[in-house]
């Protein structure tokens, strides 16, 4: 078999399925997050991306994947799967679908490797991108948060289809030919979506799944800390990620030896999923190009870049789709390295400048990814579509900050009450209060008091100085303490004195009432 | 070659037309679109790159997956949109045809001019119900998101299975294969067509042709 095909063009074919089948991971992946994808399209060729499709790169799923590779491919009895279930937030689940990469033996040694299996590998991906958004877990997906989550586990081997209850349908998503074997992929999805828990209300689920029930627990915590093999499709805080640091640029050194980073592509995304660590610098340059010191890696989010070498596709000579020597590429291709320490690039916001050049220094810097991760609990906002044009500082800036919001959730701070009416408080206290008030005004010292709805330069007396000045009127004489103590006493005392005193002037209080008549 | 020609039905209420028609024409876009081709010397090219986009229809409950492109958008929605006019301008009980068909230009020596052979049609009848109350419109959104999706898989079948594509064109050639007039993305040439059916149901009594696309050679 490999007889007929050329070492290289077997280097080649390997390369495209393994990159295919990692894509393909990211596609479904991406596509159960609950938000909706959106990549530039970027007119000038970069070379960077694979299958010529701006699809985003999410490292711990490249992680993910590639482990569940183990550096080898979907061969005849070994598919790749990825199988998308629910949680709920009680704890039950249910296998919702499961996607399949297979190969069979059935080769066409006829096609064209670079060129005819990487068109269609490319229609295959559009093809699944489409599908996707189709079967009955899309909407599902797009619905998680408080009730439920969805995560996804990728596996090698036997496609496990039992999980997904009876009467499950299957679509094909699409083939291809190559001459080692047939790719297909394919999608097994649960169609009774009958379910474990016993409470049943949520009106949300009336129309989607007639007999799924929901849990209204509003949890707050991360219930789905221990969920083993199986990952969240989005997912809080990179630092429970078993996976630890995302060793991804360390794994694609392995299988290539040389790399480097695109600059910050014109692609950034609006999922919610985000977090915080360091994107790696690896993803692979897509274009079949030959470079004589290996294919150079890229950066996790492809996308235009300025420098980056042109990579040439098969020259063409008249109108046939022949293809013919590959040229090699450009001697500046090697040039461009990954830092040698990629992973140290730090917390980096994902940056949309498309006037990045590849070849300016540490690339890896260059593209930042923030993605801040949120917990279920994110259903508030209307899920508005973040397009990515023109977005690079602006997202970054919200990134971070809706994740704070989410994390320090503002109804459980309330505000602080101000200070400041507390010196109106003491006034309001008989006893003592001239001492407190005044006190009170000391311990706060109210400075620019200024009042609503009035202007401060028109009178000297103004709305704040009355204010103020009356919020501590003096204290009647008749309330202070001193005075009231022996008041009493003294007035009884007094008493027949005043009145012999009145007697004594009772003409002229007469006169004085008559002078009022 | 022979056209290949694939035809989808679909059953919308009036509301509906707008964003049925744009699912069903983008999905076929989306598989029919390529980057923007660069060539350089040694009659090598490359090719740009190109983002994709989900788009959640208000009326219906579904969601499509479009190339990100806002000229081909309008353009398309332009087309929907006569369409839609046309229809309800009929008066009749609201069928009609649109037609996305993908052709190749072949060059003819003068006098004639260039030929347009099509070597892929895609014709979406859509029939156009009305309904009486809120409840029913409810039913219909979930039911029309259904067909929908069936078609989406009908739409990727024919697609993937591989027959005719024109074949990569050098330099010169590269206008008569695909429509190089937007700046990120390229189609194949391609044009969009509609009919409507008169209530006697047949479909040339009233027909109304429409040229959309301006690279069609008459």
């Known amino acids: ?517 | 070659m022979n056209c290949r020609s694939e035809v989808l039905e679909v059953t919308v209420e009036g509301r509906q037309v707008d964003e049925a028609m744009l699912a069903l024409l983008h999905t076929i876009l989306l598989h029919r679109s390529t980057g923007k081709f660069h060539y350089k010397k040694e009659g090598t090219y490359s090719i740009g790159t190109v983002g994709t986009q989900d788009i959640d229809c208000d009326f219906i409950d579904f969601t499509f997956v479009r190339v990100t492109s806002d000229e081909l958008d309008r353009v398309i929605r332009k087309a929907v949109g006569e369409f839609k006019d046309a229809l309800s301008n009929s008066g009749s009980d609201g069928m009609g045809q649109i037609s996305l068909e993908f052709y190749q230009k072949k060059k003819s020596r003068w006098p004639f001019s260039d030929e347009c052979i099509p070597w892929e049609v895609w014709s979406i009848k859509v029939n156009v119900v009305n309904l009486a109350n809120e409840q029913e419109r409810q039913i219909c959104r979930e039911k029309v998101g259904e067909k929908l999706g069936e078609k989406v898989i009908n739409i990727v079948e024919v697609i993937n299975r591989h027959e005719y594509l024109p074949k990569m064109p050098t330099q010169s050639e590269v206008d008569n294969v695909f429509d190089t007039s937007l700046k990120d993305v390229q189609p194949y040439l391609y044009k969009i067509t509609y009919q409507i059916t008169d209530s006697l149901g047949t479909s040339v009594s009233t027909t109304m042709r429409r040229l959309i696309k301006d690279t069609l050679a008459l």
């Open chain 1, 1 to 517: 078999m490999d007889n007929d095909l050329s070492p290289q063009d077997k280097k080649d074919l390997d390369k495209f399925i393994k990159f295919f089948a990692l894509k393909t991971v990211q596609v479904i992946v991406q596509a159960r997050l609950g938000e909706k994808i959106c990549t530039r399209s970027s007119s000038s060729p970069t070379g960077s991306d694979w299958f010529n499709l701006a699809i985003k790169d999410i490292p711990e799923v490249t992680h993910e994947a590639k482990k569940a590779l183990a550096g080898q491919l979907p061969s005849i009895g070994r598919s790749m799967c990825v199988e998308i279930s629910l949680k709920t937030s009680e704890g039950d689940s249910m296998e919702l679908e499961t996607w399949c990469l297979e190969m069979n033996e059935k080769c066409d040694k006829d096609i064209k490797v670079s060129y005819t299996v990487y068109n269609r590998l490319s229609l295959l991906l559009k093809s699944l991108l489409a599908i996707t958004r189709v079967t009955p877990a899309y909407k599902l997906s797009r619905k998680q948060g408080h009730d439920y989550v969805i995560l996804y586990r990728i596996y090698f081997g036997e496609v496990q289809m039992a999980g997904l209850g009876e009467g499950f349908q299957t679509v094909r998503v699409g083939v291809v030919g190559t001459p080692i074997g047939t790719i297909t992929l394919s999608c097994a999805y649960r169609t009774n979506l009958a379910f474990m828990s016993t409470r049943c209300r949520d009106s949300q689920f009336e129309r989607t799944a007639p007999i799924m029930g929901i849990i209204i627990d509003h949890f707050v915590e991360r219930p789905f800390g221990n969920v083993g093999h199986m990952h969240p499709c989005n997912y809080r805080a990179p630092g429970e990620e078993e996976g630890g640091a995302y060793a991804g640029v360390e794994d694609s050194q392995e299988v290539c030896t040389t790399s480097f980073s695109t600059s910050p592509p014109s692609q950034l995304y609006s999922s919610r999923l985000s977090y915080q660590p360091p994107t790696l610098g690896a993803a692979d340059l897509c274009h079949p190009a030959t470079c004589s010191a290996a294919h150079p890696h890229q950066m996790a989010v492809p996308g235009k870049e300025g420098g980056v070498p042109q990579v040439p596709m098969q020259p063409y000579h008249g109108a046939q789709a022949e293809h013919g020597r590959r040229p090699s590429c450009p001697s500046s291709d090697t040039a461009h390295h990954i830092p040698a320490t990629p992973s140290s690039s730090g917390e980096d916001a994902e940056t949309c400048s498309r006037s990045s050049d590849l070849k300016s220094a540490s690339p890896s810097d260059t593209l930042e990814t923030t993605f801040t991760r949120k917990v279920g609990a994110f259903v508030n906002k209307p899920t508005t579509q973040v397009t990515t044009a023109s977005l690079d500082l602006p997202f970054a800036a919200f990134a971070p900050r809706a994740y704070d919001l989410e994390e320090n959730d503002p109804m459980v701070h309330p505000p602080d009450s101000p200070a400041t009416s507390s010196p109106l408080q003491g006034s309001l206290h008989s006893q003592g209060s001239s001492e407190t008030g005044e006190q009170a005004q000391e311990d706060f010292v109210m400075v620019d008091f200024k009042p609503a709805f009035s202007k401060d330069d028109l009178l000297p007396m103004d709305l704040g100085t009355f204010y103020r000045e009356f919020q501590n009127p003096p204290q009647l004489a008749s309330l202070t303490i001193d005075v009231s103590a022996q008041s009493m006493a003294e007035d009884l005392d007094s008493l027949p004195e005043k009145l012999a005193l009145y007697e004594k002037n009772i003409d002229e209080f007469d006169a004085f009432v008559e002078t009022l008549q």
